[in-house]
C-alpha cells in the first residue's frame, strides 16, 4: 500500500513539473513572438501570425519558424544586386522613348520609382501583340520557337506536357535539332503538383533542352528555402528578339482538373502579350537572373538592335521585377502609386484579389473621388482560401462605389492587368494579393501608347459581355455562414 502511494505522489510530482515546463514554454513562445514577429512586418500579417501562435502556440511558432522568413538566401540576393549593375550598365532604347506626345506629369517620377527599385528603364521603340485566345497564344509561341536561329529561353511558373502544349514541346526538340541553344526554367513546387512532372522533365531531356526547377525545395539535397516562396513568372524569349509574358501557363486549359458536380469543367481564361523591341532584353536580363540563380551561369546577353520603327506607333514600356529578392515591395510601390495617379478611370483584372490595407485604401479613396473604378474577377475560384478571402473585400469595395463584374462560371479569368485614364497599363504575372506583393517573384511590364489602351479596352469590354455585375443589395443578402468563411479566409491569407 505504502509502495503505491509513493509511486502515485512520485506521477503526480511528475504530471506537475510537466505541466509547469509546458506552462513557461508555452508563455516564452508568447513573450518571443512579441519581439519577433512584429519586427520588419506589416501590422495586419503580425497580428494574424500572432493569433495563430497564441491559438496553437507550439504549432504555430514552428510554423513561424519555418515560414516567417520572406527573404531568399543572401546568395541569391547578392546575384540579383550583381544583375541589376549588369542591366544599367547595358541598357538600349532609353533613346527611343516617345515624349511628343505630352506625358502626364505624374508619370515620370513612377517611371524613376520603377528605375530605382529594379534598375530596369523606360524604353522606346516597342510593338505588342495582346493573345486571349488559350490555344492562339500557344500557337504564337510555338510559331516563335520554330523561327529561332541562336536561343530560345522559356520559364514558366507552370510546365506540363499534355495535348495543348506538346506541339511546343515539339518545336522545342527541333530547335535543338538545328542547333539552337535551348534553356528551360520551371517552378519546382508548382510544376510538381501538376500530374505529370517527371514525364515533362524526360520530356525536356529528350529534346536537349537545358533545364532546372526554379527555387527547388529538396531538403535532403541541402536544397531549402521557405517552401512557399515560388518564382511566378511567365515568358519566352527567341534569339533576344521576341519576348513573350503575361498571366498564362504552360498547361492544357483546364489544368488537368476532373470535372465538377454538374459536369462542367473549369477553363482559364488569360491574356498574354508578344514584345518586339527593346524591351525584351529587359524580359531576357529577368531570365538571366533566374538563370544565374538555379545554375551559377551568367548569360552574358549579345547585343540586339532592334528595328526602327515609327515614332508615333511604337510603344513605351518597363519592365518591373519584384519578389523576395529585392528589398522593396516593388509591384506594390507601382500598382499603388499608379491608382492614386489616375484622374479618370481605374480598370483592374485580377483573379486573385487581396490587397494589403495600403492598396484597399488607394482603390476605395479613388472611388470615392468619383473615379470611375472597375474590378473584374472570377464568379468561381479555382482556390477556395484565397477565394472566400477575396469576397470578404467585395462589401467595402462596394459601398466606396467600385463596380465589380463576376465573369461566369465555369471560365476562371486568370489575366492580371490593368489600365490607368488612358495613358498606362500594366499586363504580367502578378496578382493584387499578398502572395504576389510578397512572397511571389513576378514580372509586369508598364506600358504607354494609344494603341496597346485601345486593345486593353476592348478586352474589358469583352469581360464586361460575359459577366454579371455585383450590387451591393445581392451581396448583402449572401447566407450567414458564407459572410463566416469569407472572414475567416480574409485572416489565413494576411498570414506571411
Known sequence: MTDDITISGAGAWIVLIATVLVLVLIVSI????????PRNRRPQSALAWLLLIYILPLIGFLLFLM??????????REQQEEINRYIIETTEGMDRVSKDAPWPPWLEPIVELNRNLGAMPLVGGNTAR?????????????????????TVHVEFYIMSVDDETEPFFAALGEAVQRGVTVRVLYDHVASLRVSGYRRMRRRLDAVGAQHHPMLPVKPFSGQWQRPDLRNHRKFLIVDGAVGFTGSQNLIERGYKRRARRDGSRLAWKEVMVRFEGPIVAGIEALFATDWYSETDELLL???????????????????????????????????????????????????????????????TTAAQ?????????????????????????????????????????????HAKHFTIDDEVAIIGSSNMDMRSFSLNLEVSIMVRGESII???????????????????????????????????????????
Open 30 to 37: 508568447a513573450l518571443i513572438s512579441l519581439v519577433v514577429v
Open 67 to 76: 515560414l516567417g522568413s520572406r527573404r531568399l538566401p543572401k546568395r541569391r
Open 130 to 150: 495582346l493573345f486571349t485566345d488559350y490555344s492562339g497564344s500557344i500557337a504564337a509561341m510555338t510559331e516563335a520557337v520554330r523561327s529561332a536561329v541562336r
Open 301 to 363: 546577353r549579345e547585343t540586339v538592335i532592334p528595328p526602327e520603327i515609327d515614332p508615333g506607333q511604337g510603344l513605351d514600356a518597363q519592365v518591373v521585377p519584384s519578389g523576395p529578392a529585392f528589398e522593396g515591395e516593388n509591384n506594390l510601390r507601382l500598382f499603388n502609386s499608379l491608382v492614386y495617379a489616375a484622374q479618370e478611370q481605374i480598370q483592374i483584372c485580377s483573379p486573385y484579389f487581396v490587397p494589403d490595407e495600403s492598396m484597399l485604401y488607394a482603390i
Open 369 to 413: 473621388s468619383g473615379l470611375d473604378v472597375q474590378l473584374f474577377v472570377s464568379e468561381v475560384g479555382d482556390q477556395t482560401l484565397v477565394f472566400h478571402a477575396q469576397r470578404s473585400y467585395y462589401e467595402e469595395l462596394l459601398r466606396a462605389g467600385v463596380r465589380i463584374w463576376l465573369y461566369r462560371s465555369p471560365t476562371v479569368l
Open 454 to 496: 485601345r486593345e486593353l479596352r476592348a478586352i474589358e469590354q469583352s469581360y464586361r459581355d460575359n459577366s454579371r455585375e455585383l450590387t451591393l443589395e445581392q451581396w448583402l443578402g449572401r447566407p450567414a455562414h458564407m459572410r463566416i468563411f469569407d472572414d475567416l479566409a480574409r485572416v489565413t491569407a494576411t498570414v506571411q
